[in-house]
């Protein structure tokens, strides 16, 4: 039985062992990295330290953030590893763009000044204008280690929970926040948690969405490798607020390293009690399974990804009932994203007045984004609700590479829609994005330069919309193929005003008839696109001419048919 | 009340076996459907119509709705996969630098669109959608190996190498 | 009396089915023709389409490049342009080649069924009939590709239907057959 | 008449009705006279709220809803049709259209099809969107019936009475979004299926020509009117 007084012991053994290992060099293996080889690094890092018999560990993180300057590498000092206080100590310092044979020169810096041309900034805007709630483990812990994920603070808030509050309280915690869905709605997480702990049913479920299908986004993926266990914590303590004993983690199957680190958090949290049977002493079970996605982007819908768990084909219903009343098996299920569960800890440890104090009104906490595009600093940042796109973007993000000028934002993927120059000082909030034509979305914000043609970057929307629908109803099936083929032709230069005509009112309609989000936000790339780039489709129809020249249109309609 | 039996392996293939132990931790439920055909596909590379008839059949699973199923789910497969795959990230940080254009030649360099085989079962062409390597998109990853910032001559230079003997 | 309203009729890519069903009105086609002038039409002699027609009727589909220039000097010289019967409005039989495309159709019909394998230079059927208009690869409807001001639809639309739509377009109006005539 | 226990009462195109406890909009507009178009639903199948005909305004709701799996609630305020609706509705059938190779003429259900009426219920005389013409082959394999590709709608009717009343689950759709079909059994010619009990529901089912009887075509095609009323009946003594 895991008490708090072991949660204690196992944090003070594991900073002792810290301490005792002196020098800290954390290597980034987070996908990213990992894909410029960053375990090469690790591997180079781990032999050179033991050669140069420094008194000095070599440990893989998660996903320290600054992805285009991966490989990431950071080197705590000793006495920063064994501070209390954090802010008065040595700082950290930080590597980029590391190849395995820069490691002796970095283990040969620990004592000494930097190694200069690998050093990154941290001062940098990109690292001081962020906020890091989901974000605060990773690149910090080992995520494959549950004594790190304690040491750093981890299972208190739900032994807690378990010990000193009733579910009513927690949802009432949750609440009071403000916290709303990440996974791009904006529900009220609170209303959802309350719905599914009034619902009746003997059996309950708890659903954590991981998903992610936004062809831009990897927020999820990185939080799941980085720091499982502030994900499984999360879904804990909501099962205890609604009243679920069984659970499901619905995870993208083309996320292997994502599926073996939360393997390996399922099992240790088992081994410490803090999952299955009886948890931690008490009388609340909750028994997890990982259930592998197969590459459909309509399972985010709720009602798909339930029939997905259930074995069959990915098709939505239509709602009501709500999962939260008749989910998955027809019982009460409690349906969130990966970064929802991820701010439920915090909340719970720190409080919901801290959480409600951050952000704007009606948006409250952080949001993770997934930086990307044509910026000059591109990663996972988390920052305030209520920031700026343009402090996003210029600022975090460093602007456009010189020789090319900022043209569009497009944030919630292909149900979102692109944000112009003239927009860039809207907060971002759930509110303020979906007035501007797009929406929060998950987390995808991709930034793009005059170099892109808005048309066909709608196109590229539609074509995964048309592909991902799911068929079941007429208007997204058959209507994100006819809109995907007006703006085909579009973009080679053979349409007319009548099919831009057609386009709109199709946008229109499959937006008001579709039966599920998918169908109902695929319109919006469009839309957001006609709204701020008309004159590039004009130029498309009228002049034949792609303004950004990335389509080729020059063929006239009859050599088309001909 | 008719014979329940379970169907019996459809060969001496050792790796039956595997796809039964991941039917049998399920309690042989019919929403183990999926978990099933992920297994199928792990040990054999892809489903065949023998495999979906054999995991229908042990699940109780009526076969349109097993062959529903399984051709519902792009990451399945229900064709042999080439000897190596060139998968080309279709996400949108990788669209905006350029994919599209890799992808177009990658088709016209194998002769086949994607989602397909070479005839000569060497190369396979797949489009996938963000792998999370948005920050050096653009990203084509061969067999296991992820290549960034990919350019046309990274394909060249893989098939190439692919085709040394 | 007011002046007589000047009336033509296109025969493009159909059957001639269309037509029929016109001349179907019987002796209401003759009461009728007191109000319009017949300034072009497969069934009189008028080779040249005139540069001021106040309704034309079309039957068919565009299939050709000669059907392609047709529509366009029509709908320039016509006030009310009609789209009559199923082929003109959806390609209807005329486009059921559309699916495998004009070669492999041209091959099937001139080529394996007739006398074997007909024998030509680049091998595609479309270049042994260099003297006639080249086929589209695809039928389409008119409104594919100009405006059309109403559509009388039918495989054929019945001589009640035409009758309707006619003296409608003979009394000014511009039919509107929505609820009434069905496909097929 | 005095309302049954339970009962709702709401309000239907300006008109005061009544419902059952948990009936949908579209039984009790039925049992008042009020026409919503449908073609995925069936009397006695389960409802999928896939056409998206029978899309209908609800007061107070975000967005439209469907009539055939939304029940009715006390208070409700329901309009089944507004130029909007119309306007919708019309664009539906043109998707349907221009999705598969519907030529009317040709065609073993001419004038017997609920695709065609609707389309002339709905007024529709052209449709607008460009035909895809895609190429779709046509299954005769079957002793007895035959499968048109061209004609289908993917309404679900056929795999909806074959799984919910017969219980033989034949059919079913395979892949998804504008590449969807129906199909028997692993995609096998349907004479090949080992599952089909033959009963020729799913074709009594086919709101168009996509499933019919061999040798009984056109003018003598028309539905058995003595099955479909039992539908219901047989739901529900399974």
Redesign the interface.
Known sequence: MMSHEELEQTTAKVQQEQRAAGDRINVCVAAGCLSLHSDAVQKSLTDEAKKSGARCSVRGVGCMGLCSAGPVVSHEPAQAVAAEDKTTAQPTRLYGGVQPGHAAKIVASLNQEPVRELAIDTAMPFFAKQTKIVLENSGSINPESIEEYIAAGGYRALLRALHEMTPAEVVQEISASGLRGRGGAGYPTGLKWATVARAAGATKYVICNADEGDPGAFMDRSVLESDPHRVLEGMILAAYAVGASQGYIYLRAEYPLAVQRLGVAIREAKRMGLLGAEIAGTRMSLHLEIRLGAGAFVCGEETALIASIEGRRGTPQPRPPYPAESGLWNSPTLINNVETYANVSPILARGSAWYAAQGTAKSKGTKVFALSGKARNTGLIEVPMGMTLREIIFDIGGGVPAGHTFKAVQTGGPSGGCIPESLLDIPVDYDSLMQAGSIMGSGGMIVMDDSSCMVSVARFFMEFCMSESCGKCVPCRAGTAQMHGLLTRITEGVATH?DLDLLVRLCEMVGATSLCGLGQTAPNPVLSTLRYFKNEYLAHIEDKHCPAGVCECATTP?EV?? | MVNMARPSLPSEDKRWRIVQGTMRKHGYSRNALIETLHTVQQSFGFLDKDAIRFVASSLRVPPSQAYGVATFYHLFQLRPPGKHTCQVCLGTACFINGAERLMKHAEKSLGIQAGETTPDGEVSLLAVRCVGSCSFAPVMIFDEKTHSYAKSETLDEQLQAWRQP | MSEKKTLATVWLDGCSGCHMSLLDMDERLITLSSQFDLVYSPLVDQKIFPAHVDITLVEGAIGN?ED?EKIHMIRERTRILV?LG?CA?????S??R???GAEAMLRRVYGESAHGPAQNATGKMQDIFVQLP?L???V??L??YV??DA?V?G?PPTADTIHFALSELLAGRVPD???????? | MSAAPGAKTFVIDGVDASATPGQTILSAAREHNIFIPTLCHLEGLGDVGACRLCLVEVKGARRLLPACTTRVDEGMEVTTNSPRLADYRQMTMQLL?AER?H?????VA??H?EM??M??????????V??R????TVDASHERFTLDHNRCILCTRCVRVCSEIEGAHTWDVMGRGIQSKVITDLDQPWGTSETCTSCGKCVQVCPTGALFQKNRTGERRGKDPSFLPYLRTMREEL
């Open positions: 009548r009859a048919n001909a | 490049t392609l789209a199923d409005i959806t390609g209807n039989v486009a059921l559309n699916a495998c080249r589209f690869e695809r389409q409807p409104h594919d405006s059309i559509f639809p495989c057959l929505s609820g009434v005539a069905k496909f097929g | 259209f190779n030529v009317c003429s040709v065609c001419n004038n099809c065609q009426s389309a002339t219920t709905l007024g529709m005389t052209h449709v607008e460009p035909y013409f895609p190429a779709l």
